[in-house]
């Protein structure tokens, strides 16, 4: 059984920042791949940034040089920091980990967190 529990959603002005959390537990022998997608309503679930184990990232256009995202492997935890926020941020954001390698994963995802950007 994985668990996969995000942190650090809330309301904040544009411009503002905020840092999502997401913790991964339970039985994981291996995580390839942590990362972040965004749900605003009636949209699809987009990819934001995803780090793999060894540290390569990947982020979506809209979000590069404004959100940075890095890992702690030892506590199986992905973060992302959210600079300069703008209104069309807003969302729920996914967290997903993919338990496994690069050739086989299972992937878990987080029950969301919303992020509000409004004055």
């Known amino acids: 059984q994985v668990q996969v529990v995000e942190s650090g959603g809330g309301l904040v002005r544009p411009g503002g920042s905020l840092r999502l959390s997401c913790a991964a537990s339970?039985?994981?022998?291996?995580?390839?791949?942590m990362g972040w997608y965004r749900q605003a309503p009636g949209k699809q679930r987009d990819l934001v940034a995803a780090?793999?184990?060894?540290?390569?990232?990947n982020y979506a256009d809209s979000v590069k040089g404004r959100f940075t995202i890095s890992r702690d492997n030892a506590k199986n935890t992905v973060y992302l920091q959210m600079n300069s926020l703008k209104s069309e941020d807003t969302a729920v954001y996914y967290c997903?980990?993919?338990?496994?390698?690069?050739?086989?994963?299972?992937?878990?995802w987080g029950q969301g967190t919303q992020v509000t950007v409004s004055s």
């Open positions: 997903n980990a993919d338990i496994g390698n690069r050739w086989s994963f299972s992937r878990y």
């Open positions: 339970g039985t994981i022998f291996g995580i390839y791949e």
């Open positions: 780090i793999t184990r060894d540290g390569s990232t």
